[in-house]
């Protein structure tokens, strides 16, 4: 979209060094000059809200590792011990904790962002499928750094996630051994999972990067759903226009952050996981955290192992495969009546799935969750049809028009008209 | 002027979010808590011994020295040392030596057995061949200074607390 | 152009609180009934302990729970520090000195010596195993005690709690307090409680009125007792309570004032784009 940088560093030493590692240019081009729909609202700022949320995870998890001791005698106490004993530890833990579900808060809003506007369709689909990778990977991560304190969810929840292989034919038993490096899991379990849970962030800012890269090639989309025309008209730099807007709504996702670290710390968290983890005893009611209940309540709501298994990861895969189930030509969800409708609809079914995975497993909250789970799936296998049958709203014929349109009718059909080349 | 104001606030938070990541490398509460001062017993230690004990991680040496080993500790021309002290500015009693049994070369521990004590009688670094005389004084060999006294007080004639 | 869409902002809100909603789970049914909210010094954004309150609690816990339950998380030396119940240090060294600490001497055999600050409130049993066979069952830990227990109020209640005003995390002193003052009500069965999760407990009634002596005036009464224990043991799960929320209003004033900055800048910025 920038097409090859016309970056010029000003100083003579500059210029030496980007003729021999363009690294300038690239940052030129890619964040200052980078250019940027005029039309964006504040929807578009999660992905620098998620980019901040990442850093921030990664830089309390550091500082965190040098104090946490991931062995099933230690484990409990170094947690203990950081929030009593290390400088700031509290804060450090706090923030860590709560920062992985204000990462899923912003990651979930990024997602239905992007599904409300079409942000899957061509060409973006490579960039789309990037983010159900990111989105994988995210899940991994929280799940084994959920075990590291060793309470008794840590523990019971390692169990049950890793006990999902199990229901693979023949092979599942050895998988959840492997997986374990031993009969339940233990010790082994938990060094392993702190290994890979220090690894996993690294592999999604590596993916990360493939995404903005992606998203780069192929530009953004914005509300009206149409590409950039004319960058002049159409477009704004992204320096200082987008930097500035996305550091108003980074501070701003922060003092919510900041409101569960300091007076709500352990809100999100679940009180047994302050309880050492028993391998002999098992909680009364046990809960994944709350940003995997919707998939846990699809596991649940199947009444086969194996079934139950493949409908939770198919309502992620499934993801990956909507820029092709889509069949509309128009790309935002702004001027599309019947999507729109279905969207929100499917917004509801998805937080209704939320509560029921924190519900018993049993009566109605079974007959829901096979409802609901049944229209979390329909919803992805209408969108054929509904591309084909629907009658869309007008699209505008340009980013400066959905602007113009939107500021004061009439002036912006006479710009948009002389603009046309 | 808002431009200034947004970016000296966004100075001023970045310095203060930094602050509790630097302030994590710090000392812990328990690690301070943790170098309470320690007791030695000083009946446990013959005359020419020498006891080590652990205060905060590191070797504090405790010595008995010997009439002989006190002499040639005072007898020593403070013109020819590297780090001139006098001993009685070391000790607060001539046969009891106290120091943090660290290298002040590069953290090593020397060597304090008999035979080992090298060419002055005191303490011979093994890592890079520093010599201590019995004031623990440095003699010959790179450590810069002599080794360091620690605070200790004596409870009655029997016993010590360092720390 | 109108770059703040309402609409979107409320969606964006209903986005995220639909997925908050999510966040506690309800305990199963037969947990008994849901323990009442008490007025606790500590709650709400501007919450702080009650000094006398957490020294009385100290004293209740020493007198009565500490026969079964160990506090192996929490260090002498906590009592004294800013906080908490802020016992002097020549008060903390004198009560340390009064537990028995497991150690070695100089010939390397185990002893016993009298406590310092540094150390730990000792373990009641050496092991769970020593507990089980002396206790019937195994006392649990009390460090974290408050913060290990919590009731649900239900959908959609719960949600109440997170938010600026209502913000509520008390759920476990709630229980503590309801089992203990509120819990033992069959006169016959002084192993049944109203508020354990199945109603038998081990733990026969362990304090009426009257069982510990208060020289500060405080009744001396088993709901007394009761909430300065609690408070106690709250403190013990979250000794850096007071620091939090002190460091947290700095926070929130710092970030509303940047983020208002902000909010100017990004219009200034964005007012010749329009």
């Known amino acids: 979209m920038s097409g090859p940088s016309t970056y010029v560093p000003k100083s003579a030493l500059g210029r030496w060094f980007e003729s021999r590692l363009p690294v300038m240019g690239l940052v030129h081009s890619s964040f200052i000059a980078y250019p940027t729909p005029r039309n964006l609202n504040y929807f578009w ?195 200082p226009y987008a930097t500035i807007k996305d550091s108003f709504a980074v501070v701003v996702f922060t003092i919510v952050f900041c409101w569960f670290i300091f007076y709500v710390p352990n809100y999100l968290g679940h009180s047994d996981n302050y309880i050492e983890a028993n391998p002999l005893v098992t909680p009364s009611h046990i809960v994944p955290e709350w940003y995997f209940l919707p998939f846990y309540a699809i596991l649940r709501a199947i009444p086969s192992k194996l079934g139950g298994v493949l409908a939770m990861f198919g309502s992620i895969a499934i993801l990956a495969f909507l820029p092709w189930l889509d069949t509309s030509k128009v790309r935002s969800g702004a001027f599309r009546p019947v999507f729109k409708v ?80 | 002027m808002l431009y200034i104001a947004t970016g000296a606030a966004a100075a001023v938070g ?61 007898d020593v021309n403070l013109g020819t040392l590297r780090d001139p002290e006098p001993d009685a500015k070391r000790v607060k009693k001539p046969e009891w030596l106290v120091v943090v049994g660290v290298c002040t070369h590069l953290g090593c521990v020397p060597l304090g057995a008999p035979g080992q004590r090298g060419e002055y009688d005191g303490w011979f670094c093994p890592c890079h061949g520093s010599q201590f005389d019995t004031s623990g004084r440095i003699r010959q060999g790179p450590a810069p200074s002599n080794l360091v006294v620690p605070n200790y007080v004596f409870n009655g004639d029997t016993r010590l607390t360092v720390g | 152009m109108k770059l703040f869409r309402t609409s979107s902002l409320l969606a964006a809100a209903a986005l995220a609180f639909g997925a908050l909603t999510m966040a506690n789970p309800v305990m199963a049914a037969e947990a008994g009934p849901t323990p009442e909210r008490q007025n606790w010094s500590f709650a709400g954004p501007f919450g702080q302990f009650d000094r006398a309150q957490l020294q009385r609690g100290f004293f209740v816990y020493r007198e009565v729970c500490q026969n079964c339950h160990s506090l192996s998380r929490v260090a ?119 508020y354990f999760p199945g109603h038998t407990i081990a733990m026969a009634k362990p304090m009426g009125d009257g069982r510990v002596d208060y020289t500060d005036g405080s009744p001396k009464t088993l709901d007394q007792y009761t909430r300065d224990v609690s408070a106690f043991l709250m403190w013990a799960a979250e000794p850096k309570l007071e620091e939090r929320k002190k460091t947290g209003l700095r926070v929130m004033l710092f970030l509303l004032v940047f983020a208002g900055l902000l909010y100017f800048t990004k219009k200034k910025v964005w007012a010749d784009a329009h």
Not at chain 1, 51 to 57: C, E, P
Not at chain 1, 200 to 207: S, Y
Not at chain 3, 93 to 119: M, Q, T
């Open chain 1, 45 to 239: 700022t999660f992905g620098a809200i998620l980019s901040f949320m990442l850093g921030a995870q990664i830089v309390t998890g550091i500082v965190l590792a040098m104090h946490y001791t991931p062995h099933t005698a230690f484990a409990f106490a170094s947690v203990e011990h950081i929030m009593r004993d290390v400088n700031w530890g509290w804060f450090l833990r706090y923030a860590h904790a709560n920062g992985a579900s204000m990462f899923f808060v912003a990651v979930y809003i990024h997602m239905f962002r992007g599904l409300y506007y079409g942000s899957y369709k061509a060409p973006r689909e490579v960039l789309w499928i990037l983010g159900v990778i990111i989105f994988l990977l995210m899940m991994a991560t929280a799940f084994m750094g959920y075990v590291l304190p060793w309470g008794q969810m840590s523990f019971w929840g390692a169990k049950v996630i890793t006990s999902l292989f199990s229901a693979i034919p023949f092979v599942g038993d050895s998988i959840t051994t492997l997986l374990w490096g031993g009969f339940t899991v233990d010790n082994p379990t938990l060094n392993r999972f702190f290994s890979l849970h220090y690894l996993l962030p690294f592999m999604i800012a590596g993916v990360v990067v493939l995404h903005v890269w992606a998203l780069h090639v192929v530009g953004q989309n914005n509300p009206a759903g149409v590409e950039i025309k004319n960058v002049q008209r159409d477009a704004v730099p992204f320096t």
């Open chain 1, 342 to 421: 279905l969207f929100w609809v499917f917004v509801v079914v998805c937080c209704g799935l939320g509560y029921l995975g924190a519900m018993p497993a049993e009566g109605g909250y079974v007959i829901a969750s096979r409802i609901l789970t049944l229209l979390y799936f329909l919803f992805f296998l209408s969108l054929p049809f509904i591309g084909w049958f629907e009658t869309t709203k007008p699209v505008p014929a340009t980013i400066a028009d959905a602007v113009l349109a939107k500021s004061g009718g009439s002036v912006a059909l006479a710009g948009a008209a002389h603009e046309k080349p």
């Open chain 2, 14 to 74: 970045a310095a203060a979010t930094a602050w509790p990541f630097i302030s994590q490398m710090n000392p812990d509460a328990a690690t301070i808590a943790a170098g309470a001062p320690v007791e030695v017993d000083l009946k446990a230690i013959p005359e020419g011994g020498i006891m080590t004990v652990k205060w905060r991680g590191n070797p504090i040496f405790v010595r008995h020295r010997t009439a002989k080993e006190i002499k040639e500790a005072q």
């Open chain 3, 76 to 194: 002498f030396r906590n009592l004294s520090e800013k906080g908490g119940p802020e016992f002097s240090e020549s008060q903390i060294k004198a009560l340390a000195a009064e537990y028995p600490i497991k150690d070695f001497n100089d010939a390397g055999e185990p002893i016993e010596r009298p406590g310092r600050p540094a150390d730990y409130f000792p373990k009641r049993y050496p092991n769970d195993d020593a507990a089980k066979a002396a206790q019937g069952a195994v006392p649990p830990d009390l460090s974290v005690m408050a913060k290990a227990r919590s009731y649900s109020r239900g959908f959609p209640l719960f949600l109440l709690d997170m938010l600026p005003g209502m913000a509520y995390q008390e759920h476990g002193v709630d229980y503590i307090y309801a089992l203990l003052a509120k819990g033992y009500t069959k006169a016959d069965d002084e192993k049944w409680n109203a």
